[in-house]
C-alpha cells in the first residue's frame, strides 16, 4: 500500500525532514526539480527542441518551478517564467530559487493584469507548460490574474505538466476551487495527496507519476499517516496457495439473503459472484415464490425458500428459518433486492443482530439500517457495510452533495463511531475501517455505474471473507477486484456496453492477471 497524505501532513513530513533529519529544504526543492526534469527527459525525446513556459506562484510550489527553469536553461532549452507575484512578495526556499534564476538571466516576466495581454502570444508560441502555482497550499477559491491565467492556459490546449498537483484544487477533498489547470501530466513529489485519487480532481490529473524527492521512508512510516491507495501487488500476497487435495468445504460456504418479486436478479448475481470469485459454496435465500422461478433454471448455486408476504417480499416469520440456514456459514450477504416493504425492514432490524457470522450489508438492508441505526450497535459480529452516497446520505442523515464533497471524512467517521467497515461505492470507492485507517481504491471506470454492478461487489467482498480473508482485506480485496474487472472488460470491448454479467465473466481474467 502507498501512503496518501493530506495537504497538512505532508507539511508536516516536510518540516520534519528538515528538523529531525538535517535536511534542507533547498536539498528537497533542488532533487524535486532534478527529478521534474529527469521525467520530462524520458517522457519527450525531442525535449531539447521544446519552448517551455513555467507559472510560478510565491511558495514552495514556484520555488520547485524556478529550480526546474534554471535546470532547463543550463541545458540551453528556451524556457520563460511567468511569476504570479511581485519578485519582492517571494520568501524562503522559493525567494532563493528565483534569485538564482534572476541572476542567471533567464526571461521572468512577472505578470498582472497590465501584462496578461501579452500571455496568448507567449503561450501559441511555446510547446509546453509546467504549471508551478499553487501545490497543495491553496485554500480558496481561485480569483484575479490567477483566475484568468489559468483560464488562458487551458484554452490554449498545449500540454500541461503539473508539478504535485495541478493549481485549482484542493489537496484534500478532491473538489475543486473555481478555475483548475486541466493537466496532461501530474509529477507527484514524494507521496500521493488525497486529490490525485479522488474525484472530480483526479479527472485534471491527467496521467500520474509518483517521483521521489529524498524523504526517508521511516519518516514517513513514523507518521503513522492513516490514509492509503491499494496495490495490486498487495493482493498477490493476501490470495493463498490453494491445496491440492483441497474439497469445497475447505474454502467457505456464503449464505446469500436476497431478492423479492421482481427483483430477482439481484439476488442471483449476488450469489453467482459469490461462487464465481472462489468460495466452495453457496446457498441463496429466497422468498417462496421468488426460489420457486430459480428452481427452473438450475444453476451451481443452492438455493431455499423462505415465507414471504402478499407481494413477494421475505415476511417477517421467515426469521427462525433464515437465522437456522445462517448456522455454520463462512459469511452472509444480506440486502440486494430486499425491498423495503416494512415487514421485511422489520425483519432485517430483528434478524441482523442474532446473526453470529460476518455480515455483508447492501442496497434495501442499509436503506432499512438507515431508519434504525440503533440496530448495527446491536450487531454481535464483524460487519461490512456497501452503500454508495445516496444510501449513505440516508444513513447519516446528511446531505448526499456534503457526502460528496468529503467522501473520507464521512466515511471515517461513521465506521469509527459505529465499529463497522465501510465502503463507500463510486468512483474511487473508499474503505474506512474503525481503527481509523482509511484505503482508497485506484480501479473501476464509468461503465460500472450499470444496474447490479454492486450486487457483484457485494458477492464478491463475501466470498472473500468465506476463504478466511479477514473482513478489511475483503473489503479492499473485493473493491479492486470488482474495479479491475471493470476496467479490463473495458480496454477490450466499452465503457458503454458494459452490463454487470461482464463482470462475472470477466472475473476469471482478473483472478489469473493477480494470481500469476
Same mark, same amino acid.
Given at each position: ?139 480558496? !477559491? ?74 526517508? !521512508? ?79 433454471? !438450475? ?42 416493504? !416494512? ?174
Amino acid at each position: 500500500m502507498k501512503k496518501v497524505t493530506t495537504a497538512k501532513e505532508m507539511k508536516k513530513i516536510d518540516s520534519l525532514a528538515v528538523s529531525s533529519y538535517g535536511i534542507k529544504g533547498l536539498e528537497l526543492m533542488e532533487n524535486a526539480g532534478t527529478e521534474i526534469v529527469k521525467a520530462l527527459k524520458i517522457r519527450f525525446h525531442d525535449f531539447s527542441r521544446k519552448k517551455v513556459l513555467i507559472f510560478c506562484g510565491k511558495g514552495n510550489n514556484g520555488g520547485d518551478g524556478f529550480v526546474v527553469a534554471r535546470l532547463l536553461f543550463n541545458m540551453d532549452i528556451h524556457v520563460t517564467v511567468f511569476l504570479l507575484e511581485g519578485r519582492a512578495n517571494l520568501k524562503g526556499d522559493a525567494a532563493i530559487n528565483a534569485e538564482l534564476a534572476f541572476k542567471l538571466g533567464i526571461d521572468i516576466i512577472e505578470l498582472d493584469e497590465a501584462r496578461l495581454h501579452s500571455l496568448e502570444r507567449h503561450l501559441e508560441n511555446c510547446d509546453m507548460v509546467i504549471d508551478a502555482l499553487f501545490g497543495t497550499g491553496l485554500t480558496r !477559491p481561485v480569483s484575479g490574474v490567477y483566475k484568468q491565467t489559468i483560464d488562458k492556459i487551458n484554452q490554449s490546449k498545449k500540454h500541461v505538466t503539473a508539478i504535485d498537483i495541478p493549481s485549482g484544487l484542493d489537496s484534500d477533498t478532491g473538489m475543486l476551487m473555481g478555475d483548475c489547470i486541466h493537466a496532461d501530466l501530474t509529477l507527484v513529489l514524494a507521496l500521493f495527496k488525497q486529490s490525485h485519487l479522488l474525484f472530480p480532481a483526479a479527472e485534471l490529473m491527467g496521467e500520474i507519476e509518483l517521483i521521489d524527492i529524498g524523504i526517508p !521512508p521511516e519518516l514517513v512510516e513514523s507518521e503513522g499517516i492513516g490514509i492509503q491507495v491499494t496495490e495490486e501487488s498487495d493482493l498477490r500476497a493476501w490470495f493463498p496457495q490453494r491445496l491440492a487435495d483441497g474439497h469445497k468445504g475447505d474454502y467457505g460456504h456464503v449464505l446469500v439473503i436476497a431478492g423479492s418479486k421482481g427483483k430477482g436478479g439481484a439476488a442471483g448475481l449476488t450469489a453467482l459472484a459469490a461462487l464465481r470469485m472462489g468460495c466452495g459454496l453457496v446457498t441463496l435465500a429466497l422468498p417462496e415464490s421468488c426460489q420457486k422461478a430459480f428452481e427452473l433454471h !438450475p444453476m451451481e448455486v443452492m438455493t431455499v425458500p423462505a415465507p414471504e408476504t402478499d407481494v413477494g417480499t421475505f415476511a417477517l416469520s421467515a426469521k427462525n428459518v433464515l437465522l437456522n440456514y445462517s448456522k455454520g456459514m463462512s459469511a452472509v450477504a444480506i440486502g440486494p433486492g430486499l425491498s423495503t416493504e !416494512p415487514e421485511t425492514v422489520q425483519l432485517l432490524r430483528e434478524l441482523l443482530p442474532i446473526i453470529d457470522c460476518p455480515l455483508i450489508i447492501d442496497a434495501d438492508a442499509l436503506n432499512a439500517l438507515a431508519q434504525s441505526l440503533d440496530t448495527i450497535s446491536q450487531l454481535k459480529t464483524e460487519a461490512i457495510l456497501t452503500p454508495h452516497p445516496k444510501e449513505m446520505s440516508r444513513i447519516m442523515g446528511v446531505e448526499t452533495s456534503k457526502i460528496l464533497e468529503n467522501r473520507i471524512e464521512f466515511a471515517s467517521r461513521f465506521a469509527h463511531d459505529h465499529s463497522v467497515i465501510i465502503v463507500l461505492k463510486g468512483a474511487a470507492t473508499v474503505i474506512s475501517q474503525p481503527n481509523g485507517l482509511t484505503t482508497i481504491n485506484p480501479t473501476g471506470n464509468p461503465g460500472m455505474a450499470t444496474a447490479g454492478s454492486g450486487d457483484i461487489l457485494t458477492g464478491i467482498i463475501a466470498s472473500l471473507v468465506a476463504q478466511g480473508f479477514s473482513t478489511p482485506k475483503a473489503a479492499i480485496a473485493g473493491t479492486y477486484l470488482h474495479g479491475l474487472s471493470g476496467d479490463i472488460f473495458a480496454q477490450k470491448e466499452s465503457q458503454a456496453s458494459l452490463i454487470a454479467g461482464d463482470l462475472l465473466r470477466t472475473l476469471p481474467e482478473t483472478m489469473k492477471r493477480i494470481l500469476h
